[in-house]
C-alpha cells in the first residue's frame, strides 16, 4: 500500500443534453446518466448506484484482505448492497445501506470465525465509514460441497 493520503481523480464530460462521461487516468470510461427514478433512461450507472457500488466493492476488497491475512479459505462472496434514499431535514441524502453478505467456505470450514471475518470487514469499510448512511451487514455463511 502507498503511504496516505491518497488522491482520486475523476472527470465528468457533459453537455446540455444526453449522458454523462465519466473519466480517470488509465480506467475505462463510463456513461453516466440520471437513474429513472429521476426521470433518467435508467439503463447507465448513475451517482447513485455508483455509490451504492462502491460500498458493494469496498465490501467485498475489505473481506478478501482480511481473510487474506486471516488465512480463512473461502469458494465465493456475493455482496448485495441496497441503499436507501431519502429526504432528511429537506436535504435528500442516503439514510442507509443494507448490505448483504453470502459467503461460501469450504466443507469443515470454521462458519463462525468466517462470520466474524465479514462483520470485521463491513466495521473496516473506507468507503462506509466515509458515509453519513448507516450501514447494516445480514451475512450468511454456507459450506460449499
Known sequence: MQDLPHRYTVAALSRA????????????????AAPAEFGGPGDRW?????LVAAVADC?????????????????????????????????????????????RVPPGSDAARARSLLEKAEKSCLITN???????????VELAG
Do not use: N, Y
Not at 46 to 50: A, N, Q, R, V, Y
Open 17 to 32: 443534453e444526453g449522458e454523462i462521461t465519466l473519466e480517470s487516468a488509465r480506467l475505462p470510461s463510463l456513461a453516466s
Open 130 to 140: 466515509s458515509l453519513k448512511g448507516a450501514s447494516h451487514l445480514e451475512a450468511s
Open 46 to 50: 448513475s451517482p447513485e448506484t455508483l
Open 59 to 103: 465490501f467485498a476488497l475489505t473481506f478478501r484482505a482480511i481473510a487474506r491475512a486471516s488465512k480463512l479459505e473461502w469458494v465465493s462472496l456475493r455482496c448485495e448492497v441496497e441503499g436507501t434514499l431519502d429526504r432528511v431535514d429537506r436535504v435528500m441524502q442516503f439514510t442507509s445501506f443494507q448490505v448483504r453478505a453470502a459467503l
